[in-house]
């Protein structure tokens, strides 16, 4: 039931609702967004995190995972474009720790107000990008948070064209219906800054 309200984002909320109509492109009143995503932390402890990814429209965060960790992800306000995949476990020989099968469970996009999603360590959802059709905010709260000395630090992945010459996944799946995906580092105007959370103090 979280509203932009509840973390003072209130005014940003207002101005994409006029953004988003058509005639407020021709207003000399332009929402001004900065080019970066930016990241508000709230609060963060041994067992989740809580933050919120404010993103201007156009902008995306690259195909990601959450390792061993559960992510609600609620859209505050504006739309954006979710893609995510599910790894598709196969017994091939060789190293496939850069470069695995996934299929698309989810390809779509979602507006606020609308419900939250819940991406267990399990579903496909644990590895997916975003692109914000408008600008955007998303609450996000891991369980639990990012520790890379516990082994749960991002990777990010991009498709990669590659053939199933063995059938090994004909059996399983039709070729349309998955892709190959690869570990890669994105390239450096990829930019998340840090930003002050500036709303209510939280009871925790």
């Known amino acids: 039931m979280i509203t932009p309200s509840d973390v003072g984002l209130e005014c940003e909320a207002q101005a994409v609702r ?12 332009v929402l001004h967004s900065s080019p970066a995503i930016r990241y508000r ?41 979710v893609k995510a995949y ?9 190293n496939l720790t850069k470069v695995r099968p996934a299929k698309v ?20 959802g644990n590895v997916h990008a975003l692109k914000a059709i408008t600008p955007c905010a998303i609450l996000d709260i891991l369980s639990p948070p990012y520790s890379s000395k516990d082994g749960r630090h991002c990777s990010y992945f ?20 998955f892709v190959w995906l690869e570990e890669y580092q994105p390239r450096d105007n990829f930019v998340i800054r840090r930003d ?9």
């Open 18 to 29: 006029v953004w988003r109509r058509p005639r407020a492109l021709s207003r000399k009143t």
């Open 41 to 81: 932390h709230i609060y963060e402890c041994k067992s989740f995190s809580i933050g919120i990814f404010c993103i201007p429209a156009s902008s995306i965060i690259p195909l990601h995972n959450h390792p061993g960790m559960t992510v609600l992800s609620k859209l505050l306000y504006g739309k954006v474009h």
């Open 86 to 94: 599910d790894w598709i476990d196969i017994d091939e020989p060789g």
């Open 105 to 124: 469970v989810r390809d779509g996009e979602i507006s606020a107000p609308c419900a939250a999603m819940v991406l267990r360590p399990t579903d496909g």
């Open 158 to 177: 991009r498709r990669r064209q590659k053939s199933d010459p063995s059938g090994i996944l004909w059996d399983r799946t039709r070729e349309s219906e």
């Open 196 to 204: 002050l959370y500036t709303g209510p103090t939280l009871d925790l």
